[in-house]
């Protein structure tokens, strides 16, 4: 079973740019969530798809979008980078019928993103 | 008020202690507990849900309090291998599947 991948590993972009991050859910998922972690900080959640709709969105503003494709895979877009972008972006994934008891999410390495 | 609020940390114990990690979280509506594990620089790993029975694996222990709206996680016998950042996770809305991260407690184990 291959489990959630995400690329690339590490991106530099400067302030203004935009960006895009891919991640592959593990087979047989079909929810996907994004995660910003900042240093020293706890995860915080972007924005979930599920059956490639937006299915939830966290406190982040317009200029963070995403998609989620056929195959489960999905993409987060981030323009007019600012400074305080500069986190992990984490993505997770979940199972089909995953109730609220379990929900349990698998974290794919995390994309370490840097705006200078 | 955050919605996850964990102890500051960071703890540092030695080989064989006993350390108990608490939480609290805001939203009353909360379904789901668990607790996460992430080595530095990693990704976090799900280390074990928590149920308002309780429950044990092995040398860890979870405590699940909804009338507080408290949760624990207990580790035993302490590893140097068990040094990691804990994360203490709810689920964030009533039909979604969200996950609301607390900030973390570092754990440093010595010999």
């Known amino acids: 079973e291959t489990g959630v991948t995400q690329s690339p590993t590490h991106l530099i972009k400067t302030r203004g740019q935009q960006v895009t991050l891919r991640c592959s859910s593990q087979?047989?998922?079909?929810?996907v969530s994004w995660y910003q972690q900042a240093l020293g900080q706890g995860p915080q959640f972007i924005f979930q798809?599920?059956?490639?709709?937006?299915?939830g969105r966290g406190n982040f503003p317009p200029r963070f979008s995403g998609l989620q494709f056929p195959n489960y895979s999905s993409e987060l877009n981030v323009n007019a980078l600012e400074l305080d972008d500069s986190a992990l972006y984490l993505c997770?994934?979940?199972?089909?019928?995953?109730?609220?008891?379990?929900?349990?999410?698998?974290f794919g390495p995390g994309t370490r993103l840097t705006v200078l | 008020r955050k919605e996850v609020e964990q102890d500051p940390g960071p703890f540092n114990v030695p080989e064989g202690a006993t350390v108990a990690f608490n939480c609290t979280y805001s939203?009353?509506?909360?379904?789901?507990f668990f607790w996460y594990r992430q080595d530095c620089r990693k990704e976090p790993k799900l280390l074990m849900s928590?149920?308002?029975s309780g429950n044990e694996d092995g040398r860890f222990t979870a405590q699940l309090n909804r009338a507080s709206q408290y949760i624990s996680l207990l580790i035993r016998d302490s590893k140097l291998s068990d040094s990691a950042t804990y994360l203490c996770?709810?689920?964030?809305?009533?039909?979604?599947?969200?996950?609301?991260f607390g900030k973390g407690t570092t754990l440093s184990v010595s010999s």
């Open positions: 997770a994934s979940s199972p089909p019928g995953t109730p609220p008891q379990t929900n349990e999410q698998f």
């Open positions: 087979s047989g998922h079909n929810t």
């Open positions: 798809y599920y059956r490639e709709e937006e299915n």
């Open positions: 939203n009353s509506a909360s379904q789901s």
């Open positions: 928590v149920y308002s």
């Open positions: 996770v709810v689920n964030g809305w009533q039909a979604g599947t969200a996950l609301i």
